[in-house]
């Protein structure tokens, strides 16, 4: 299959780059392209410029406030402008700023759009950059897969939980003791594993080599945009070939494309067989079978896809579960309520999307976490036909817009805005407020956007990450490095966590007491020191995460955390699997009836 139509060449040939142009021809371009400059701007409305100075002939002085302080051209733009637009200087023109309350009119008004706003910021139409012409083409095709297909929790579940343990297991380990925690694998790197089995499939999920292409190709496309951004808009065509990220970008999307096609011919060739067999195909739940079965496809290439889709998964959603990962080592106070609602919602250890419903107290704390950092602009959009803001002033086709996002932290919207409050939305949420979850959005918090460019992913990512951190809350404790304080980090508009995080991780050894006879959950008990050797032949502990427990794996009932229980009477079978339960005859602490579970 030919993929023509949007497959832009990743190699020039120096002829082609050698064209002779005479100084005259040149000459008149310049000119050409001046006076059209001058003409459009003349006539698009005069917005004040917050960060616009006098002698800043090539606006160097505005750049470099934009790059370092943007929230500061926010706060002094709405002081001194109030409800009226203004604009900020940025690398690729003017960026007209408007108020909250007009979060609205920008939400609903059809004459602006954000997909051709991301085409052109984003450089879509220039080789290499090729994922976000396919992200956000204009016939949805990527939109509409995110939408009606990883939507399907059921679905998708399964499979993400299975990569997920093994993702947890792999980079974050079985240490009983502090180790430090490497921040990208362990973050992003589980994300990336957990996403690719929905995105890729068996083939490729767990590949080391997918893994390192496609996490490189985001870092080098958020690294190729300033590049691009900061070469004059007549020579980028030019200099795109020698900027090094952008050349990463070209070099990391061609082999992305050689490692799907392999797969994707694979697969066209078991469909072959199967038919030859009078046999039914293999049936792949994963986006490039939906890729493949999709005519709408046939205009990109499906390596192509797969970047764009790890190119809307991967930074957002890992930038979140880094946040979250943040306020739980910082508040410990959390640990207990939060574990106890996963536990409460999946009883034998089964994750279910009914599972992920009940985990109201973790949704508060995860958009609560998202309430942090803050975008400082939201909704914005390119004017693809003139329009006019409520207040009768014009706006003219090919003006950048946005709203400024300080709402999220506006008291009027939020009772001490400053303080994380992790029970914020979960309160708000038992009054009838429906737009306090995660997943819903606001006027006061639209972190996933609103109307109808609403991020298409945010089911999928809240699945994603509540599974995640339901596995982390049971399985380890967590701790910042002593005197490590995270700040985030700003780059123009951009707010992000601290990339250099020192966590620290270990195994947490968890075990719950059931009330048998009575139907009732007893209190949870924790084994933080892991697991002490036997000295009583009749006391057992269940050990989380294994396979199995071994009937002859005889443990002490003892748990360094104040409490001990005296000798245990149990009922066991040869083994306990994961999920499975011992029955108590009796126990001197709490009784007779009890169950013991063995999670993970």
């Not at 002939?57 to 002081?79: H, I, M, P, S």
């Not at 974050?172 to 594993?193: M, P, Q």
């Amino acid at each position: 299959m030919q993929y023509s139509k949007h497959s832009t060449p990743l190699i020039t040939t120096s002829a082609a780059m050698g064209v002779l142009i005479s100084p005259l021809s040149i000459f008149c371009s310049l000119l050409a392209i001046a006076v059209i400059a001058i003409i459009s701007a003349n006539k698009r409305p005069k917005f004040p410029i917050i960060n616009s100075h006098s002698n800043d002939f090539f606006k160097g002085r505005a750049y470099l406030e934009y790059g370092t302080n943007a929230r500061k051209l926010l706060v002094d733009g709405a002081v001194k402008y109030g409800q009226r637009p203004f604009a900020i200087q940025v690398p690729n023109g003017l960026k007209v700023i408007l108020p909250p309350s007009l979060s609205g009119w920008v939400k609903n008004n059809k004459n602006v759009d954000h997909q051709q706003l991301v085409r052109d910021d984003f450089f879509a139409t220039y080789p290499g950059f090729d994922v976000q012409f396919v992200l956000h083409h204009q016939n949805r095709m990527v939109i509409n897969m995110i939408q009606g297909k990883l939507s399907k929790t059921d679905k998708t579940l399964p499979i993400l939980n299975e990569y997920l343990q093994a993702g947890l297991s792999d980079i974050w380990g079985g240490d009983k003791s502090w180790k430090s925690l490497d921040w990208d694998d362990g973050t992003t790197g589980v994300i990336s594993r957990a996403a690719a089995s929905i995105f890729i499939g068996p083939e490729l999920a767990s590949d080391p080599v997918w893994q390192k292409v496609s996490r490189a190709y985001v870092q080098d496309f958020f690294s190729a945009v300033p590049e691009m951004q900061a070469c004059h808009p007549w020579l980028r065509s030019i200099r795109q070939w020698n900027l090094p990220h952008a050349s990463a970008c070209r070099a990391g999307l061609q082999r992305a494309r050689e490692m799907v096609n392999a797969v994707a011919q694979k697969r066209r060739k078991e469909v072959e067989e199967a038919k030859i067999q009078g046999q039914e195909p293999p049936a792949y739940y994963d986006a490039l079978a939906w890729t493949l079965e999709n005519t709408a496809s046939e205009t990109f290439e499906p390596g192509d896809v797969q970047l764009a889709l790890a190119m809307a998964a991967l930074f957002t959603t890992s930038e979140l579960f880094r946040q979250v990962l943040i306020e739980i080592a910082r508040r410990p106070e959390y640990v207990e309520p939060l574990r106890k609602e996963v536990s409460d919602a999946m009883p034998d250890d089964d994750i279910t999307a009914a599972s992920l419903v009940k985990m109201q107290l973790l949704d508060s704390f995860m958009k609560e976490c998202q309430r942090q950092i803050p975008p400082l602009v939201i909704l914005e959009r390119l004017v693809i036909h003139d329009t006019q803001l409520p207040d009768g002033t014009p706006l003219k086709k090919g003006t950048h817009i946005a709203v400024d996002g300080r709402e999220m932290l506006n008291p009027e919207s939020f009772e001490n805005p400053g303080d994380f409050d992790g029970y914020r939305f979960y309160r708000r949420r038992e009054a009838g407020d429906n737009s306090s979850l995660f997943v819903q959005s606001s006027p006061e918090h639209a972190h996933f956007g609103m109307g109808r460019h609403q991020c298409p992913g945010r089911f999928f990512a809240g699945s994603e990450l509540k599974l995640c951190l339901a596995h982390i809350l049971l399985k380890y404790d967590m701790r910042l490095k002593d005197g490590y304080e995270p700040k985030a980090m700003e780059f123009g508009f951009m707010s992000v966590c601290d990339p250099f995080t020192q966590l620290e991780v270990k195994k947490s050894w968890f075990m719950m007491f059931w009330g048998g006879c009575r139907g009732l959950r007893a209190t949870p008990l924790y084994l933080p020191n892991g697991i002490i050797r036997s000295t009583d032949q009749f006391g057992r502990t269940l050990k989380a995460n294994l396979r199995d427990v071994p009937s002859d794996d005889l443990l002490d009932p003892s748990v360094e955390n104040g409490l001990v229980f005296a000798t245990v009477d149990l009922e066991l079978p040869t083994a306990v699997q994961p999920g499975g339960s011992v029955v108590a005859k009796s126990m001197k602490a709490l009784g007779p009836g009890l169950v013991l579970q063995a999670l993970g």
